[in-house]
């Protein structure tokens, strides 16, 4: 199964209410990092949270990290329709040879309805 | 500044005809480059990644093929597609940020085999 799993697989909200997503995984990492892809595009790399690190904000953007419970979440603030787009956590692991890969989950579809 | 190229961007195949993806980079060198596949609805799967010129690790066996001919060139081929082989192929580089890889993905080419 995938090491990192969204929660919820849908989420639909009004412009202006907050969106929560939850990210669980099962093993160790060395971090965690949250992605944006709109419909039919590439990922954008949103935000990344080191397994030493509880909070991490970056403009609209809260990620939390539990490293005890193996799970992080991605709060939107002030949601705007063009948050509208899925979002993907996605967990590390070395691979050795110099590198290292990240695992996604299946992610969030978020709608912001205007 | 570091930009990523994928073509083509869509790509609609027969079962049975070859393949090529390619994805080049610009403004880094010697990334490492990873190759990911997105079936309809669910997360990124790893395909390939590379550390280096000619050297080119499968985290998943398969019907398809990675080369890297140049430092900045990531290529993904197929002698024969299958059905399968339909979904949305992202190619990625990675760089080291704070003591962190963070990878930064392609547009992506959005393949339907028939």
């Known amino acids: 199964s995938q090491q990192g799993e969204e929660d919820p697989q849908a989420l639909s909200i009004q412009e202006g209410e907050n969106a929560t997503m939850n990210c669980s995984y099962k093993t160790s990492i060395n971090n965690l990092q949250w992605y944006r892809q709109n419909s039919g595009r590439g990922l954008v790399h949103l935000i990344l949270i080191r397994s030493n690190e509880r909070e991490k904000h970056s403009g609209r953007l809260r990620v939390t990290l539990d490293t005890s419970k193996k799970s992080s979440s991605l709060l939107i603030t002030a949601s705007r329709a063009a948050d509208t787009a899925s979002y993907f956590c996605a967990t590390d692991a070395y691979s050795g040879a110099g590198s290292y890969q990240l695992t996604f989950g299946k992610g969030t579809k978020l709608s912001v309805i205007p | 500044s570091q930009t990523i190229h994928q073509w083509p961007a869509t790509l609609v195949q027969p079962v049975g005809s070859p393949l090529s993806l390619e994805c080049t980079v610009e403004?880094?060198?010697?990334?490492?480059l990873y190759w990911y596949r997105q079936a309809a609805g669910r997360g990124l799967q790893l395909l390939f990644y590379s550390v280096g010129i000619g050297q080119i690790s499968s985290e998943v066996p398969q019907n398809l093929s990675a080369s890297r001919p140049q430092d900045r060139q990531f290529i993904l081929s197929s002698k024969k597609l299958l059905l399968s082989d339909s979904g949305f192929y992202l190619c990625?580089?990675?760089?080291?940020?704070?003591?962190?890889?963070?990878?930064?993905f392609g547009p992506g080419t959005r393949l339907l085999v028939l």
């Open positions: 403004g880094t060198s010697n990334p490492n």
């Open positions: 990625a580089w990675s760089v080291w940020v704070s003591g962190q890889e963070t990878q930064y």
